[in-house]
T-cell receptor, first 109, second 112 residues
């Protein structure tokens, strides 16, 4: 069974780059790694998804090493509105959805 | 607005009762997922359907059941409710299994 590990919380300041890493083992070899953002009392919102190497979109980058045992979400130049909980999601070899426990990111002025 | 709708928004009921939560996926999405989130906790995956068929099962209690109908909407049935079932229940949908999920606003269930 796959397992994910994320830091429980992180602090940063406006304008900084923030990197959140999720460790995951025994994940499916051919499936995506996905990251979500969640604000209090709202459903999670999709940020980015990748399979290998690096993916970038308008809000974030996702780095996945060749062994796929971890992934790093990179948020460039964060603002106060990026304060939220961030989750990684992987699929294990039995097609079970494995969510990380979430990283509470607090951005300070 | 993700395009996923859930009803009702809030539900207050008593222990031992049964409730049904409803979800309509985004137009074109064939896969539906159900999650439970207790206060200040992470997401607990309950169950996934794809085009009417159950695809994956997570930590869903035997007292809970779900189905996806031919029009692709889904219902989650919770029975013999306990105080510990109080939580936010989210539905999500995706165009294909395991692609990006779009979440509804959730149903907040309070069991008294």
């Amino acid at each position: 069974l796959a397992k994910t590990t994320q830091p429980i919380s992180m602090d940063s300041y406006e304008g900084q780059e923030v990197n959140i890493t999720c460790s995951h083992n025994n994940i499916a070899t051919n499936d995506y790694i996905t990251w979500y953002q969640q604000f209090p009392s709202q459903g999670p919102r999709f940020i980015i998804q990748g399979y290998k190497t690096k993916v970038t979109n308008e809000v974030a980058s996702l780095f996945i090493p060749a062994d796929r045992k971890s992934s790093t979400l990179s948020l460039p130049r964060v603002s106060l509105s990026d304060t939220a909980v961030y989750y990684c999601l992987v699929l294990d070899s039995n097609y079970q959805l494995i969510w990380g426990a979430g990283t509470k990111l607090i951005i300070k002025p | 607005d993700s395009g996923v709708t859930q009803t009702p928004k809030h539900l207050i009921t008593a222990t031992g009762q049964r409730v049904t939560l409803r979800c309509s996926p985004r137009s074109g999405d064939l896969s539906v997922y159900w999650y439970q989130q207790s206060l200040d906790q992470g997401l607990q995956f309950l169950i996934q359907y794809y085009n009417g068929e159950e695809r994956a099962k997570g930590n869903i209690l035997e007292r809970f059941s779900a189905q996806q109908f031919p029009d692709l909407h889904s219902e989650l049935n919770l029975s013999s409710l306990e105080l510990g079932d109080s939580a936010l229940y989210f539905c999500a949908s995706s165009v294909e299994p395991d692609r990006e999920q779009y979440f509804g606003p959730g149903t907040r269930l309070t069991v008294t």
